[in-house]
């Protein structure tokens, strides 16, 4: 994975120092006498230099997204190809780099081919920015705050429930759903979460059709539920992708906790008393 150049290198030499690696800042990658390209901690590339991600914290990565089989995985600034080589090694994911320098590109087409991944695993000479990201159900990155702040809007308009890890830098006021630590480097996690703003009326197997009211900001959520002429406010909202969750206090001072999914400009799941008691069914349309 790859790190930014101008105003960022000196930060990107903090985060190498503190990893205990040396950054040779103006080293650049180096041919072997075999003539393979040998690419070299800190080499300058296209507003980036290089820095791979220590394999314990890729596969942390991974495991964060929960990934399996079933994923395509998008590494962004793959340089060595060991993230997209690992996801289709380790967890059976097809998976894509997308990578600025041709020659990192071709080490990562070898790396591939030795690991005999090579019908798994695919390198694309892109820019990042240029990229479609929409078949992704996970993405990798180590990237600066610069650049993640830039793909942030792209990001938010991928389908709800797509994952995306970071190593080591977040992306601005957007709170990642997980934080984990690798001896001492970090990864970040986010849940790319359904639009779910604004006001929805609701369908409840009782024959009740509450108003639902919803203000979101990224996957944090608050809002209320009137019924009738009461209104109450929502505890514990929680949305995680396309999966929302909260409890209420009905009429009668009971208490219900309400699962569903959203769809776009409508939802549905199940409500069930907190204090026990019959499983119900329930609709919303925005």
């Given at each position: 994975m790859n790190l930014t150049l101008s105003k960022w290198t000196r930060l990107a030499v903090l985060a190498v120092m503190t990893a205990g690696l040396t950054l040779p800042i103006a080293s650049h990658g180096q041919t072997a006498k075999s003539g393979e390209f040998k690419p070299q901690v800190g080499q300058a590339g296209k507003d980036v230099i290089w820095v791979p991600t220590p394999d314990e914290l890729v596969?942390?990565?991974?495991?964060?997204?929960?990934?399996?089989?079933?994923?395509?995985?998008?590494?962004?600034?793959?340089?060595?190809?060991?993230?997209?080589?690992?996801?289709?090694?380790?967890?059976g994911a097809t998976a894509t780099g997308i990578e600025y320098n041709p020659e990192m590109v071709t080490l990562s087409q070898r790396s591939a081919q030795r690991e005999g991944v090579t019908s798994k695993a695919t390198f694309m000479k892109a820019d990042l920015f240029e990229t479609d990201l929409s078949k992704a159900s996970v993405i990798t990155m180590y990237l600066l705050p610069s650049i993640n702040a830039k793909l942030k809007p792209k990001i938010l308009g991928l389908k709800p429930g797509t994952r995306v890890v970071s190593h080591a830098f977040d992306m601005e006021d957007w709170t990642p759903d997980e934080?984990?630590?690798v001896e001492g480097r970090?990864?970040?996690?986010?849940?790319?979460?359904?639009?779910?703003?604004?006001?929805?009326?609701?369908?409840?197997?009782?024959?009740?059709?509450?108003?639902?009211?919803?203000?979101q900001r990224y996957q944090a959520l608050e809002g209320g539920i009137r019924i009738g002429r009461m209104t109450a406010g929502l505890r514990e909202p929680r949305l995680w992708?396309?999966?929302?969750?909260?409890?209420?206090?009905?009429?009668?001072?009971?208490?219900?906790?309400?699962?569903?999914?959203?769809?776009?400009?409508?939802?549905?799941?199940?409500?069930?008393?907190?204090?026990?008691?019959?499983?119900?069914?329930?609709?919303?349309?925005?």
């Open positions: 596969e942390r990565m991974l495991r964060m997204a929960e990934t399996t089989a079933n994923d395509y995985v998008m590494d962004l600034g793959s340089g060595d190809g060991r993230t997209v080589i690992a996801a289709v090694k380790k967890f934080v984990s630590t970090r990864a970040m996690l986010w849940i790319v979460p359904a639009k779910v703003n604004g006001a929805w009326r609701m369908r409840m197997g009782d024959g009740n059709e509450p108003e639902l009211t919803l203000t992708g396309d999966r929302i969750s909260f409890t209420f206090m009905d009429q009668a001072g009971k208490l219900h906790a309400v699962n569903g999914r959203v769809n776009d400009d409508s939802m549905e799941g199940s409500m069930r008393p907190a204090a026990g008691g019959a499983e119900t069914r329930w609709t919303a349309r925005r």
